[in-house]
């Protein structure tokens, strides 16, 4: 977490399902702190997102939560979040695998979208079949808030999901066996020009 934040990656998200809400509530502590640190590097600090766990994400003043297609319904947790949070900059995304889930979070309220899995990964597979290229621009295309593609994302992959619509990528692999976050970073920006 550290290299990342340090590289200036916009978010980090808190992916830690099996952890208490004592210890996930730590871990977005030393993450947000880990953000402001180095927030001097970039006009804003690292987002932390925390995943599924919007009592987390609130308690703690994270950047937003992002759920995924089973979780609460984005409405209730916009809800909550709107009673508590003072600050419209917190977000709220939603993990989709089809046209029809991003149609119903944007439409429900989602400040972006997760899409995919876009190519084949280990990870995802429990989703199906990678959704392509063309589903991936369909959706980009259905929807009026961002979509990030997920799902084996690659230096190599990534400016095709750019070229297809998408706003931004999402990934673990391309993070954590990366030599130079730095520098994958900034080949990742050149390729959004």
């Not at 977000?91 to 089809?98: D, F, P």
Request: net charge neutral; with cysteine.
């Amino acid at each position: 977490m550290d290299a990342a934040a340090s590289a200036g990656v916009d978010w980090i998200q808190i992916r830690e399902k099996d952890l208490s809400g004592r210890d996930c509530g730590s871990l977005t502590r030393e993450a947000l702190q880990l953000a402001w640190k180095y927030s001097h590097h970039k006009p804003s600090p690292t987002r932390i997102i925390v995943n599924d766990r919007q009592d987390v994400a609130l308690s703690e003043r994270a950047g937003g939560v992002h759920l995924g297609e089973k979780s609460l319904p984005v409405k209730e947790v916009a809800q909550l979040a709107n009673s508590r949070v003072r600050d419209s900059d917190f977000l709220i995304g939603v993990s989709c695998h089809s046209l029809e889930a991003a149609r119903t979070a944007a439409s429900g309220g989602a400040d972006y979208l997760f899409f995919g899995p876009v190519f084949s990964t280990p990870l995802k597979a429990a989703f199906g079949a990678p959704q392509g290229l063309e589903r991936l621009a369909e959706v980009c295309r259905a929807v009026s808030v961002p979509v990030l593609a997920i799902g084996g994302i690659t230096l190599a992959n990534a400016f095709s999901c750019f070229s297809a619509g998408a706003s931004g990528i999402a990934a673990i692999r391309l993070f954590q066996d990366a030599a130079d976050i730095s520098a994958l970073i900034e080949s990742l920006r050149k390729s959004t020009l």
